[in-house]
Nanobody, 117 residues
Framework: VQLQASGGGLVQAGGSLRLACTTSGIIFGLNTMGWHRQVPGKQRELVAL???????NYADSVKGRFTISRDNAKNTVYLQMNSLKPEDTGVYYC????????????WGQGTLVTVSS
């Protein structure tokens, strides 16, 4: 199983970034995909998830600014991040949760997002 995240970088506050996570070794359409954020000294936070059928859920801190989407034909999940704030800074990880399971089982390596003020 491989999850490869990309798209992180340095952006000014108010800017946008689009993260992508390509997967292999899983039945992509049968997995809920999530983007998590890790900030040093804080617990990892689930910021957005999308089911195999396309239902989405967001952390309150990113609602209205972030959009998660998936392309099942490309086995890829995306996170469009707009109106970025310095507090969005962190390492973003994609993860896969198989159908009917409660935990995310497979994780990508993370991509760093830095938002400057």
């Amino acid at each position: 199983v491989q999850l490869q995240a990309s798209g992180g970088g340095l952006v000014q506050a108010g800017g946008s970034l689009r993260l992508a996570c390509t997967t292999s070794g899983i039945i992509f359409g049968l997995n809920t995909m999530g983007w998590h954020r890790q900030v040093p000294g804080k617990q990892r936070e689930l910021v957005a998830l999308i089911s195999g059928g396309g239902s989405t859920n967001y952390a309150d801190s990113v609602k209205g600014r972030f959009t998660i989407s998936r392309d099942n034909a490309k086995n890829t999940v995306y996170l469009q991040m707009n109106s970025l704030k310095p507090e969005d800074t962190g390492v973003y990880y994609c993860a896969a949760r198989p159908l009917q399971e409660t935990d995310f089982r497979s994780w990508g390596q993370g991509t760093l997002v830095t938002v400057s003020s």
